[in-house]
């Protein structure tokens, strides 16, 4: 029964997004290479550089393209809020500064990161309350042009794109964003420093991940290992791959987007110190549940074998009971690694909203 439910979740939130997908198809951002932005520091001191290549030939390049450029200082520090300048500056001036949620849980021992979904029109404020109560401090990042970052309702767009070079600034913008964080907490005597992601901010926390040792474990909920095969195989994707697909491959689009590419960090995400841990719809017609094994095959083969957890329910169903119920205590086993029989009770009324729009 909970399975049929959840099926029909999900269709209402695919149509939903097809919907909207046509509403704004005047507003979609047409096929471009567009290398030279990927590489922008300033978009509009940069916006005419040329010569750079979007493949990711090496471990080395990766990590230089991820390296904060600036100190993790922020810019406003709130009993519930903190303010930080992004180290890449964009043409949008509200995507320029990003605002994260504090839930502080009074205790030093464990922070957790938490990146939203793409098209996020909430957080996630039950999770991070839950998570609060159980002595780790949740932080609530803001992916960019999204919330305050955002100038209308169609500035997401400009995060996951057919412009390839922008959508890996985007991406790169998110994650320099999210290590600034880090350093933040590191700075402020946290113990240990957590990244969890949903979908597309799964990917940001993954990247974050492989890049800054300073990260202890990651969670992965219904993320795009290669957001070139997400493009390829996602059922809410087919106008953006109409828009790709006869410019190039997926061959093609997996080298081009090689940089925001798990697989392509895979070696990355076997360092010391890191755990990681996978949750996957079974019935994820969005982030097919297939597309994500051969990066668990591989870092099984490394000998750094992830928790995966595969619950049976789609894409925008896993937010919803009991899969919401059965995720959080996957989670909560992976964070705290003995939870009380108390925390694992006090579970039975969690609920945290994630719908993909």
Not at 296 to 304: F, N, S
Request: proline share 4%; hydrophobic share 40%; with cysteine.
């Amino acid at each position: 029964m909970f399975r049929y439910l959840a099926h029909r979740h999900d269709r209402k939130h695919i149509l939903k997004s097809l919907q909207r997908q046509e509403r704004i198809t005047h507003r979609s951002i047409e096929f471009s290479h567009d290398a030279a932005l990927a590489f922008a520091v300033d978009e509009a001191e940069d916006k005419n550089a040329v010569g750079c290549e979007l493949a990711f030939n090496d471990i080395s390049a990766g990590e230089r393209f991820y390296t904060p450029i600036s100190p993790s200082e922020p810019l406003e520090v709130g009993e519930k809020r903190l303010i930080f300048q992004s180290d890449i500056t964009t043409l949008n001036q509200e995507n320029n500064t990003f605002e994260c949620l504090l839930a502080d849980s009074g205790s030093k021992d464990h922070a957790v990161i938490v990146f939203h979904h793409w098209y996020a029109r909430n957080r996630y404020p039950a999770f991070s309350k839950f998570f609060a109560s159980k002595g780790i401090t949740v932080v609530e990042a803001t992916l960019p042009y999204h919330f305050e970052r955002g100038v209308d309702d169609y500035s997401e767009e400009n995060f996951f794109n057919a412009n390839l070079g922008r959508t890996v600034r985007s991406v790169r913008q998110a994650v320099l964003d999210g290590r600034k964080v880090v350093g933040w907490l590191h700075s402020q005597g946290y113990r240990k420093i957590s990244v969890v992601g949903m979908c597309a901010g799964g990917t940001v926390a993954g990247l974050i991940a492989a890049q800054d040792d300073k990260v202890d474990k990651a969670v992965l909920m219904v993320t795009p290992v290669s957001p070139a095969d997400l493009v390829w195989t996602g059922e809410t994707m087919v106008a953006l791959r109409r828009r790709i697909e006869p410019n190039m491959s997926l061959e093609s689009l997996r080298t081009a987007w090689g940089l925001i590419s798990l697989e392509k960090h895979a070696w990355s995400l076997t360092r010391s110190g890191l755990d990681l841990m996978f949750v996957l719809g079974n019935d994820d017609t969005i982030v097919r549940p297939e597309t994500s094994d051969k990066l668990i095959e591989t870092l099984q083969e490394c000998g750094c074998p992830p928790r995966v957890t595969r619950l049976n329910c789609g894409h925008s169903s896993i937010g919803m009971f009991p899969y919401n119920i059965v995720a959080a205590r996957k989670v909560l086993h992976f964070l705290k690694e003995t939870p009380t029989l108390r925390e694992l009770w006090d579970m039975r009324g969690f609920r945290y909203d994630f719908s993909e729009v």
